[in-house]
């Protein structure tokens, strides 16, 4: 039972390059989200889709963009990383009517 | 703007005693409130999921409350394990949605 994955787990980049962390889901939700987890702070918003083919911002969406493939899959793209951008990365998904929420395991990124 | 406190941001107990977790928010118009259980470099793992309408919830050693009027909800975990060693996160949802805005987290320590 797969739930949430997201690829890569690891990654270091330099100032400047751009890359995106993909994430699939396989429990059919609707909603799909990407938050940023830094010390001492709680896991904040970046983007979310309510439904395939919506996207909206969250509280820390400069950056970043991000599309939604179908209903399975939200990725996430820095065009132009930056050391601020240094944080863990956390998809999660969930349904309507209550919306509990499941996450991936995280995906680890270093701006140098 | 929802805002979500976690105290104490740290707590180490000896194996057997009862955990208590708080989680206080500032707007009293949540749609849901959920517990989540943090493992060193992993994932979050839903433990709790309480809707606006609900008092408490169950499972197993846990039990989670919300009083909405005071802004506040409470994780007990009963008899205490050096595995519930983990960093314990509340989030609040203000919407059908699932938009969670998240406290820092309570990192608790569980010693045999």
């Known amino acids: 039972n797969a739930g949430v994955t997201q690829t890569p787990k690891f990654q270091v980049l330099k100032t400047g390059q751009s890359m995106t962390l993909q994430c699939a889901q396989d429990?059919?939700?609707?909603?799909m989200y990407w938050y940023r987890q830094d010390p001492g702070m709680g896991l904040r918003l970046i983007y979310y889709?309510?439904?395939?083919?919506?996207?909206d911002k969250g509280e820390v969406p400069n950056g970043y963009n991000v599309s939604r493939l179908n209903k399975r899959e939200f990725s996430l793209r820095l065009e132009s990383a930056a050391p601020s951008q240094t944080s863990v990365y956390f998809c999660?998904?969930?349904?309507?009517?209550?919306?509990?929420?499941?996450f991936g395991q995280g995906t680890r990124l270093t701006v140098v | 703007k929802q805002e979500v406190t976690q105290i104490p941001a740290a707590l180490s107990v000896p194996e057997g005693e009862n955990l208590v977790l708080n989680c206080s928010f500032t707007?009293?118009?949540?749609?849901?409130l959920q517990w989540f259980r943090q493992d060193p470099g992993k994932g979050l793992t839903s433990l709790l999921l309480?809707?606006?309408?609900?008092r408490e919830q169950t499972s197993g050693r846990l039990n989670a409350s919300l009083d909405k009027s005071s802004g506040r909800s409470t994780l007990y975990i009963a008899a205490s394990q050096p595995g519930d060693s983990a960093t314990y996160l509340c989030?609040?949802?203000?919407?059908?949605?699932?938009?969670?805005?998240f406290g820092a987290g309570t990192q608790v320590v569980v010693t045999p």
């Open positions: 999660a998904s969930s349904e309507m009517g209550p919306p509990e929420a499941f």
């Open positions: 429990m059919n939700h609707n909603s």
């Open positions: 889709s309510a439904s395939e083919g919506t996207t």
């Open positions: 707007d009293s118009a949540i749609y849901n």
């Open positions: 309480i809707q606006s309408s609900q």
């Open positions: 989030a609040v949802s203000t919407d059908s949605w699932g938009k969670f805005q």
